[in-house]
T-cell receptor
Framework: DSGVTQTPKHLITATGQRVTLRCSPRSGDLSVYWYQQSLDQGLQFLIQYYNGEERAKGNILERFSAQQFPDLHSELNLSSLELGDSALYFC???????????FGEGSRLTVL | EDQVTQSPEALRLQEGESSSLNCSYTVSGLRGLFWYRQDPGKGPEFLFTLYSAGEEKEKERLKATLTKKESFLHITAPKPEDSATYLCAVRANAGNNRKLIWGLGTSLAVNP
């Protein structure tokens, strides 16, 4: 158990819909990262927050947005969903900006 | 352009048959190389951090080494429970140094 909690574990929805994925980081970790993993593309960095502020942005689509709240939990919002958005979405946390990340179990999104 | 390449893409070993996985990188100033293990449908699990050429880290049957251009993950006398995908990531010095650059991984299968 990494200490990072993600909900929901599985989500099935239709194209055009909007979903919210939630992440609670390890106790004491200030950084939260969001990653997308699909079969053919490996881990794709989406966005990082540190203590409530956006720190780094990766290949995050404009249809996607995220935020980190004062209690340090984070949410990733995915809207106008397309079939290609089907993937595993991982949240990870770390104490600071290091490469030693602790990943949650992921949210598997299926868009039909 | 910063890049991480892992080889082979897939490796099948017999139990007890030692081997090595490779992670080669091209980055402008290495600030850390990280190895992770990922089981199917799970989040990556942090294994090792290496910072400078010549550095080695060990954990059970795994040993990670680092040179100026690549890292090796040596697996000695592997067991079936070592079957997983092994991911390598690097943090670079220049540019957006808050991002990790990930390889696509080596899928390891150890047969009993």
């Amino acid at each position: 158990d990494s200490g990072v909690t993600q909900t929901p574990k599985h989500l099935i929805t239709a194209t055009g819909q909007r979903v919210t994925l939630r992440c609670s980081p390890r106790s004491g970790d200030l950084s939260v990262y969001w990653y997308q993993q699909s079969l053919d593309q490996g881990l794709q960095f989406l966005i990082q927050y540190y203590n409530g502020e956006e720190r780094a942005k990766g290949n995050i689509l404009e249809r996607f947005s995220a935020q980190q709240f004062p209690d340090l939990h984070s949410e990733l919002n995915l809207s106008s969903l397309e079939l290609g958005d089907s993937a595993l979405y991982f949240c990870a946390s770390s104490v600071g900006a290091t490469g030693e990340l602790f990943f949650g179990e992921g949210s598997r999104l299926t868009v039909l | 352009e910063d890049q991480v390449t892992q080889s082979p893409e897939a490796l099948r070993l017999q139990e007890g048959e030692s081997s090595s996985l490779n992670c080669s990188y091209t980055v402008s100033g290495l600030r850390g190389l990280f190895w992770y293990r990922q089981d199917p449908g799970k989040g990556p699990e942090f294994l090792f951090t290496l910072y400078s050429a010549g550095e080695e880290k060990e954990k059970e049957r795994l040993k990670a080494t680092l040179t100026k251009k690549e890292s090796f993950l040596h697996i000695t006398a592997p067991k079936p429970e070592d079957s997983a995908t092994y991911l390598c990531a690097v943090r670079a010095n220049a540019g957006n140094n808050r991002k990790l650059i990930w390889g696509l991984g080596t899928s390891l299968a150890v047969n009993p």
